[in-house]
């Protein structure tokens, strides 16, 4: 769905949307920017040459350290003063230092499963940077019909693209995930974002399909996988700001307002607890995604096909012994870094048409300028080692590129007349 906008404002965006329609039928969404959208073609593109069916599966294996290609439970224990790692009813795990990348210690790796709800934190770190957090979404019927629906939107209805990450992460809204997919111009388009990020990310076990976890055949993603992730989402501060949310007030319609009330209570109820994702299906049984921070370390801790009701309070005991041995182990692996943004790349190498394509708009991590694009290149950094080959970059059309910057001011304005008039009345916790 193309963000809507209403007044002298509308007008412009609605002409910006015009515009970049006529020119790139690629680009179907005002929320967009023009640039991060050629690339993340280019990265589609590669992406569908690196996934796990057409990766050498020696290779996909490979990626963070030959332990961890070992199917059962890897830890290098120190000589004497070493705590035991504590049994968790998970078929796959890792526990992993945030801040240096390493792998503490971990269950079946790269072993592929279904995600549930933990595959919204994908979305939400593609999509984080990329959608304007003040622009509006009409809501689908492909989105109101999800079952479980969640949060209850209603079809034709408008609904401000930051209340529906609020809903995404905090009560885990499946409906809310369709939307902002289809926020990029199309739900295909949002997929195959999503899982281009993936791969810029190095996660090649990764298959996503729905946007909300939900099950879809050949769906997979692997514990070392959901770390990656995780540790993009920390680098985002916009996704933390949402994840960390207790509480928030959620318009559905004209007269009903729901709250929505966060689901982790690792927030409230562990120390150091910044926030992370639950999930459940009969077939992936419970999957979690937790990050926590104490003196200075912060730790990430993934689990697939856990027992249900068992997922938090495991990952707990995780991080538990985590923090216990940081600094006192050797690790197993490495969490690697992303891949050069392909934006970054086409920027170095063809200066001229990337200033023709500025970004128009996004969450970004603060800073002039345009957010969308920016906002990815700062996310990109991270630690890890390893030479990894590049994702190829895609020239952008000048004609294209003029249009989109013609587009990229005029949707600037909108948003700003937008956000001046909903400033007295956003919900918030």
């Known amino acids: 769905m193309i963000p809507r906008f209403r007044g002298p404002a509308g007008a412009l965006a609605g002409l910006a949307t015009a515009l970049t329609l006529a020119t790139a039928p690629t680009l179907a969404s005002a929320a967009i920017p023009a640039a991060t959208a050629a690339a993340a073609r280019a990265s589609a593109a590669a992406a569908s040459r690196t996934a796990p069916g057409s990766q050498p599966e020696a290779a996909r294996l490979a990626v ?49 499963f279904p995600p549930a709800s933990t595959l919204k934190v994908l979305t939400a770190v593609t999509l984080i940077p990329l959608l304007n957090p003040d622009a509006t979404v009409v809501a689908s019927r492909r ?4 079952e479980p629906n969640v949060v209850g939107l209603i079809a034709g209805h408008s609904y401000k693209v930051a209340d529906l990450f609020r809903a995404l992460l905090l009560i885990s809204a499946n409906d809310a995930a369709v939307s902002l997919v289809q926020a990029t111009g199309s739900f295909d388009r949002g997929m195959a974002l999503m899982n281009a990020e993936a791969h810029r990310l190095q996660a090649y076990d990764v298959v996503a399909k729905q946007p909300n976890g939900l099950p879809a055949a050949g769906q997979v993603v692997s514990a070392y996988d959901e770390a990656l992730i995780a540790r993009q989402a920390l680098a985002l501060p916009a996704f933390m700001r949402y994840d960390s949310t207790l509480a928030a007030r959620f318009q559905v319609s004209k007269r009903n307002w729901v709250t929505l009330v966060n689901q982790n209570w690792l927030l409230t109820k562990y120390r150091g607890g ?27 801790v993934t689990l697939l096909h856990c027992t249900p009701l068992q997922e938090i309070t495991s990952g707990e005991r995780l991080l538990d012994w985590g923090f216990a041995m940081a600094g006192k182990i050797r690790p197993v ?19 001229g048409a990337a200033k023709a394509g500025p970004a128009t708009a996004g969450h970004g991590t603060g800073g002039a300028g345009p957010r969308g694009q920016a906002a990815a290149e700062r996310a990109s950094g991270g630690s890890g080692s390893g030479s990894q080959p590049q994702l190829p970059a895609a020239p952008i059309a000048i004609a294209a590129g003029l249009i989109a910057a013609v587009a990229a001011g005029l949707g600037r304005l909108a948003w700003s007349a937008r956000a001046r008039r909903q400033a007295g009345n956003r919900s918030g916790p």
């Not at 989105?143 to 999800?146: D, G, I, L, M, R």
């Open 143 to 146: 989105a109101t019909s999800v």
């Open 64 to 112: 963070g350290g030959a332990d961890l290609a070992r199917p059962g439970i890897v830890v290098n224990y120190p000589g004497r003063g070493a705590r035991r790692l504590p049994d968790v009813p998970a078929s796959a795990f890792v526990i992993a230092d945030a801040n240096t990348g390493q792998v503490l210690a971990a269950k079946d790796a790269h072993g592929l």
């Open 274 to 300: 910044l926030g992370g994702k639950i999930g459940w299906t009969v077939k992936s049984e419970a999957t979690y995604i937790g990050l926590a921070r104490r003196n200075g370390v912060t730790l990430i």
């Open 333 to 351: 692996g490495v969490l690697v870094k992303p891949l050069p943004s392909v934006a970054a790349s086409q920027r170095s190498g063809d200066a």
